[in-house]
C-alpha cells in the first residue's frame, strides 16, 4: 500500500467547515485507491502559479515526506502541468491531483466495456489540455522536423483528440441500445425508480435492503460505478430500481459528461429516491443537499423527488426533528429509514407508490370462459386487481396504465358484439 | 411551504455607452420543488452610466424588493452578485439573503429570469434602442 500525504489549498474566503469536509473526502477518497494516508497539510492563501501552495511550503513537504517515509503527494486542489513537474522536482515523488485520484479509482472499478471507455474518455479529456506542456516539458532539448521547425506537441494532441472521437463514437452506439432497451421497459409496464446522492450516503445498502439482493457495498467512495438495476414490487406495482454512481462536490464539468450515461438513469427516471446520510451533521447535510439539487436542475424537469433520510438507527429521535427543521427546504417528500434495519421502509414503499405515474382503475366485463380467463390472466400481469367476481360474466375491477384499460376496452366492446378474437 | 423574493437583473452590459438595467422581483411561496403560489411581481429599470458594481447592484435588489408587500428571504444566483461568498453580500444587506439553493428557489429565479429579460426587451423596442 503507497503511504500518501494529502495537500490542500485553502481559499482565504471559504468557510472553515467547507475546508474540513473537502480534506475529509480527499481522505476517503485516497482511502478508496488504497492509498494510506500518513499526513496532511494545509495552507490558506491565493494560488501559486508554480507550485500551488507556496515555495516555502513545499519545502516543508519535502522534509515532511522524508520524515514520514510517504512516497506520493495527493494534491485536493486541480494541478497544473508545471506546477506537478515543479513539485515533484521539489519533492522527489510522484504527485497527482484529486481529479487524477478519482480517475484512478473508476479505472479500478471499471469492470464492462462500456465503464472502460467511460473512464478512457474521462482520462483523454484530463489530459488535452495537458498535451502540449507534457511533451515541451519532456522534450525540452530535442527539435523535432527539418532545422528543427516541427514540433510533437500538436501530433501529441491531434492523437488524442482522434482517440477521444473514437471513444465517443463506440459509446454513443451502446448509449443507443440502453436508450431503446429503457423505451422497452416502460412498454411492459414497469416504471423506473432511481437512487441518488452523494457517495457513501448509503445507496448501495438501501438497494440490497429493498430488492434483497446482494450488491456490493463497502465503505469507501464509489463502489458502484455501473447502474445496477432490479425489479420490485411496490404495493402492486412493478417497479424497476435502479443504483447509480454518488455524486461529489465540485466535480469537473468534462468528468460528469464522460459518466452522463451513468447519470442518465437517474434524469430518465419516473421517481428520484434522493439518499441523504442523515447522521451527519445539518451544515454538511445542507452541502450535500445543495450540491443534489444542483445536479438535478438541468436535468430534470418535473420528475418527483424523495429524500430519503437514511441511517436513522445512529441519531436519536430529536436529533431527526432537528435536522429536518434545519434542512427541511431542501428535503422534498422526506421519508427518514435505517437501511440497515429496515426501519420506515412500509413508509418509503407508500411515498414512491404515491410519486408513481398515476394509474387509473376501471371495471370490465368479460365472458366466463377460457377465452375470458385468459385476459383476467394478462390483467393479473399488467396491473392490480383489486376485486373478482366469477358469476355469469367475469367482472375485474382493475387499476393499470392507460393502454392496458384502452385494450381491455375494446376486448369487452367487440365481446358485446360478439366477436371472439383470441386475444394475442 | 414558504415565502421568498426571488430576484433578476437583466442587461448588465453596455448598449450606446449607457446600462440600461431591469430588475425583477418576485414574491413566491415555494416547497423545496416547486412554486406553489406566485404572491408579487416587481419590476424596475435602472439606467446607469457606469458599469454596475456590487454596491449598485445591491442597491437596485433592495429598491425593487422593497416594494414587495410580502416578507421572505432575497435570494438570487451566485452570478448576479459577481461570485461573491454568501457571507459577504448577506452583511452588505439590510435585510436577509441568500444565494439559490433548493430547486424551488432555481425554479423561481428562473421565473424572475423570464420576467426582467422580457420586460427589458419590451423597453429597448419601445424607447427605439437597438440592442
Given at each position: 500500500m503507497k503511504r500518501v500525504i494529502l495537500v490542500q489549498r485553502n481559499e482565504p474566503t471559504n468557510d472553515e467547515s467547507r475546508n474540513i469536509r473537502k480534506l475529509i473526502e480527499l481522505q476517503d477518497l485516497a482511502r478508496s485507491a488504497n492509498y494510506k494516508v500518513v499526513g496532511d497539510v494545509t495552507q490558506t492563501r491565493r494560488p501559486d502559479r508554480?507550485?500551488?501552495?507556496g515555495r516555502g511550503k513545499v519545502e516543508e513537504l519535502a522534509l515532511m515526506m522524508e520524515e514520514l517515509g510517504a512516497d506520493g503527494i495527493i494534491f485536493s486542489n486541480q494541478l497544473s502541468t508545471t506546477q506537478i513537474y515543479n513539485i515533484s522536482e521539489t519533492c522527489k515523488c510522484e504527485v497527482i491531483d484529486k481529479f487524477q485520484l478519482i480517475l484512478e479509482i473508476f479505472a479500478k472499478r471499471a469492470t464492462t466495456k462500456r465503464s472502460k471507455l467511460q473512464v478512457e474518455l474521462a482520462k483523454l479529456q484530463y489530459e488535452l489540455p495537458k498535451a502540449k506542456a507534457i511533451m515541451s516539458l519532456l522534450k525540452k532539448e530535442e527539435r523535432p522536423g527539418f532545422m528543427g521547425l516541427g514540433s510533437y506537441e500538436d501530433s501529441y494532441e491531434q492523437d488524442i483528440r482522434s482517440r477521444i472521437n473514437r471513444i465517443k463514437k463506440e459509446l454513443a452506439s451502446v448509449q443507443k441500445d440502453n436508450e431503446s432497451l429503457r423505451i422497452k421497459r416502460h412498454e411492459y409496464g414497469f416504471s423506473i425508480v432511481s437512487l441518488a446522492g452523494y457517495?457513501?450516503?448509503?445507496k448501495s445498502t438501501l438497494f440490497n435492503a429493498l430488492v434483497d439482493e446482494d450488491v456490493h457495498v463497502e465503505?469507501?467512495?464509489?463502489?458502484?460505478?455501473l447502474p445496477i438495476t432490479r425489479a420490485l414490487n411496490i404495493c402492486g406495482r412493478r417497479v424497476l430500481l435502479t443504483d447509480t454512481v454518488g455524486f461529489i462536490e465540485d466535480l469537473p464539468h468534462w468528468m460528469i459528461d464522460a459518466f452522463r450515461s451513468t447519470l442518465n438513469e437517474i434524469f430518465l427516471?419516473?421517481?428520484?429516491?434522493?439518499?441523504?446520510?442523515?447522521?451527519?451533521?445539518p451544515d454538511i447535510m445542507r452541502q450535500k443537499l445543495v450540491t443534489s439539487h444542483d445536479t438535478f436542475w438541468e436535468q430534470i424537469k418535473g420528475v418527483p423527488i424523495i429524500t430519503v433520510l437514511n441511517?436513522?438507527?445512529?441519531?436519536t429521535e430529536n436529533e431527526l426533528k432537528e435536522r429536518l427543521e434545519n434542512v427541511g427546504y431542501l428535503t422534498p417528500n422526506p421519508v427518514a429509514v435505517s437501511a440497515k434495519n429496515g426501519l420506515g421502509f412500509d413508509e418509503l414503499k407508500n411515498e414512491i407508490y404515491r410519486q408513481l405515474p398515476k394509474w387509473k382503475r376501471e371495471t370490465v366485463s368479460l365472458p366466463m370462459s377460457e377465452y375470458g380467463m385468459s385476459i383476467v390472466s394478462w390483467l393479473f400481469n399488467e396491473g392490480i386487481v383489486h376485486n373478482i367476481n366469477y358469476k355469469d360474466r367475469i367482472i375485474v375491477d382493475f387499476e393499470a396504465r392507460d393502454e392496458i384499460i384502452l385494450k381491455a376496452r375494446i376486448i369487452e366492446k367487440k365481446d358485446k358484439h360478439g366477436h371472439n378474437h383470441m386475444f394475442t | 411551504m414558504y415565502n421568498i423574493i426571488a430576484v433578476d437583473i437583466s442587461g448588465r452590459h453596455k448598449i450606446n455607452d449607457r446600462y440600461y438595467m431591469v430588475c425583477a422581483a418576485v414574491s413566491v411561496s415555494i416547497t423545496a420543488e416547486h412554486?406553489?403560489?406566485?404572491?408579487q411581481i416587481k419590476i424596475k429599470p435602472f439606467w446607469l452610466d457606469s458599469a454596475p458594481e456590487l454596491t449598485d447592484i445591491i442597491q437596485v435588489i433592495e429598491d425593487t424588493a422593497k416594494e414587495i408587500e410580502f416578507g421572505g428571504t432575497i435570494i438570487t444566483e451566485h452570478g448576479e452578485m459577481y461570485n461573491q461568498p454568501e457571507r459577504v453580500v448577506a452583511s452588505m444587506f439590510s435585510r436577509e439573503f441568500k444565494y439559490q439553493e433548493s430547486l424551488g428557489d432555481r425554479s423561481s429565479i428562473e421565473l424572475a429570469h423570464h420576467i426582467s429579460l422580457c420586460t427589458r426587451n419590451l423597453l429597448l423596442s419601445e424607447l427605439g434602442i437597438e440592442s
Open positions: 508554480k507550485y500551488q501552495i457517495t457513501s450516503s448509503g465503505d469507501m467512495l464509489f463502489t458502484t460505478l427516471a419516473d421517481v428520484i429516491l434522493l439518499v441523504v446520510d442523515a447522521s451527519e451533521s441511517k436513522i438507527d445512529r441519531i | 412554486i406553489e403560489r406566485v404572491n
